[in-house]
């Protein structure tokens, strides 16, 4: 049964994530990066032009990863946790096919916490396949924009 301490962690974690900057990288990694490999990742990480995708990537993603230790070392209530997010599972859903490489190139640890946590929830793995169906048709829709001159930064090519 959750406590009160469970809910005032899951209020402060809101409150993280309703930072100006955390509000940005979250919309990035949510509506603007559909990964289709590890090395999409990698390069995403690694890119001098827009470093700031890179920090958007590893900010989200560090976050559900720490969201989720929490949870796995018994901090915070499973349920309530699974009641309240659902954002976790988009990020997963996009990282889960590349894990293996994306632990070849960054640790064996590269988002445990967010995998363990994530497999134990019911059915996790029809949850995840149908947030696929429906990223990839948001990657679709976004790439569809982006080529008929829309710029989520701003501006156009008109």
């Known amino acids: 049964m959750a406590t009160h301490e469970d809910a005032q962690l899951i209020l402060k974690l809101y409150?993280?994530?309703r930072d100006p900057v955390m509000r940005e990288a979250r919309d990035f990694v949510a509506f603007r990066f559909f990964p289709e490999s590890a090395q999409d990742i990698k390069d995403l990480l690694f890119d001098k032009r827009n470093?700031?995708?890179?920090?958007?990537?590893r900010q989200v993603t560090t976050y559900w990863d720490m969201?989720?230790?929490l949870v796995n070392h018994g901090a915070l209530d499973e349920a309530m946790f699974f009641d309240t997010n659902t954002?976790?599972?988009?990020?997963?859903?996009?990282?889960?096919?590349f894990l293996p490489e994306l632990r070849d190139m960054f640790g064996p640890w590269y988002m445990v916490n967010?995998?363990?946590l994530i497999r134990r929830?019911?059915?996790y793995s029809e949850r995840l396949a149908g947030l696929r169906t429906?990223?990839?048709?948001?990657?679709e829709a976004y790439k569809s924009r982006k080529t008929r001159g829309f710029h989520p930064e701003g501006g156009s090519d008109e």
């Open 15 to 17: 409150e993280l994530r």
């Open 51 to 57: 470093p700031v995708y890179g920090a958007y990537w």
């Open 67 to 69: 969201a989720a230790a």
């Open 87 to 97: 954002e976790c599972f988009a990020v997963f859903a996009k990282m889960e096919p």
């Open 114 to 116: 967010l995998e363990k």
């Open 121 to 123: 929830y019911p059915n």
């Open 134 to 139: 429906r990223l990839k048709l948001y990657g």
